[in-house]
């Protein structure tokens, strides 16, 4: 094949694994297929039964939980956010758009999560929340994080949805948590989110939030008589078809999990001599984390090896891709005062990292295609 050839095995595939088609039918034919209908309903019940939270609203967007959050904390101008330098961009955008600034965080070297020995010097008088985000759906060390400042913590757990740290569900360990269904996600409805919220206190608000600024979840409740403008909002409801499909995923959570562990464990397993031998990095899991399965990759010596390797996978017909790219060297990151240097590991790991096919759908035959055509690339 040349360098050309048409891609046989793509990055990402969304797949049907349950009554998606059916619960799509069933939405249509209930005539509700706006926000909050039945499908939206049993999707809130599922993950606030099944992880615990005191509530679960779907929004259109893991971007839009998190604007939600900014919201409920009411972040203002001069308001600081520490974040770290290595995730995408939505996670200190929806800050950023309330007037805060970013104090991007490095990370460590063995999960690549906000590394929780280097926020504290990064505390001060102006700092309104650190956000944790799970990469690859491995914890943070949500312990030292919590005990390092009273401050309100906010878990990104865009990849780690069924995830645990300490045995605790990711998404449970803060004030706000956002999810993602986005189609690159374990379970996917195409474009869609969710706000975990863990108090009460906070949840009459972010409904009101959610619903336009309106208290429109009491006037449905019977709570009150006619709803009206009360607060800040927006549109943050997807449609209850899109419910409907997600619902159809979330119930078939246990095989779509099986399946995303039996592909990463195959990943691992026989690539480790090969990653030995090559000098490259594979990721790492601590003992007292529960990985979601979310995404398998790569730590290539250099960036050289890690563009070579994408070429030589393109070749043969297979997609893989880097992720994301430091946040602080980014236009906007050099905005706020970022520069080389600033969070030096996070830099060198976006150079090196290469992420491989990943999803349900992903064949045995297909894997060992993936990773025959790894192994026969040399560094």
Not at 53 to 77: F, G, N, R
Not at 190 to 210: P, Q, V, W, Y
């Amino acid at each position: 094949m040349n360098e050309h050839s048409p891609t046989i095995i793509p990055f990402n595939r969304s797949s049907l694994v349950g009554k998606e088609m059916d619960y799509l039918a069933q939405a249509v034919a209930n005539g509700h297929i706006s926000g909050d209908g039945d499908f939206s309903k049993r999707c809130h019940r599922l993950l606030e039964e099944t992880l615990g939270v005191k509530k679960a609203l779907l929004t259109t967007s893991c971007t839009h939980a998190l604007e939600m959050a900014a919201m409920l904390l009411d972040v203002q101008p001069g308001d600081e956010i520490i974040v770290p330098s290595f995730t995408f961009v939505s996670t200190i955008n929806a800050f950023v758009l309330r007037g805060a600034a970013p104090v991007f965080a490095d990370i460590r070297s063995d999960t690549l999560n906000l590394d929780e020995d280097k926020i504290f010097s990064l505390i001060t008088k102006r700092t309104k929340a650190i956000i944790a985000m799970h990469y690859g759906g491995v914890s943070c060390e949500m312990n030292k994080i919590s005990a390092l400042a009273n401050l309100p913590l906010i878990e990104d757990n865009a990849h780690g949805l069924f995830g645990k740290f300490n045995g605790k569900f990711l998404g449970t360990l803060s004030q706000f948590a956002t999810l993602s269904f986005h189609e690159t996600k374990n379970f996917s409805c195409g474009e869609g989110g969710a706000l975990l919220l863990n108090r009460e206190e906070d949840i009459e608000r972010a409904e009101i939030i959610r619903e336009k600024g309106t208290n429109r979840s009491r006037f449905f409740r019977g709570q009150v008589d006619k709803y009206s403008w009360v607060d800040i909002g927006s549109s943050f409801l997807p449609s209850d078809m899109l419910a409907a499909f997600l619902l159809g995923q979330l119930e078939e959570r246990e095989r779509i999990q099986v399946k995303r562990k039996e592909i990463w464990q195959t990943y691992y397993q026989q690539l480790t001599d090969w990653a030995e031998m090559n000098k490259v990095g594979l990721p790492t899991i601590p003992a007292h984390c529960e990985q979601a399965y979310h995404l398998f990759y790569l730590l290539m010596p250099s960036l050289d090896a890690r563009q070579k390797l994408i070429k030589h996978l393109n070749r043969l017909g297979i997609m893989s891709v880097f992720h994301y790219q430091p946040l602080h060297l980014s236009p906007m990151g050099r905005k706020f005062g970022g520069k080389i240097g600033d969070c030096p590991i996070t830099e060198q790991i976006s150079d090196r990292l290469l992420r491989l096919p990943f999803y349900f759908s992903l064949s045995e035959t297909e894997q060992q295609i993936i990773i025959n055509s790894v192994r026969s690339f040399n560094c």
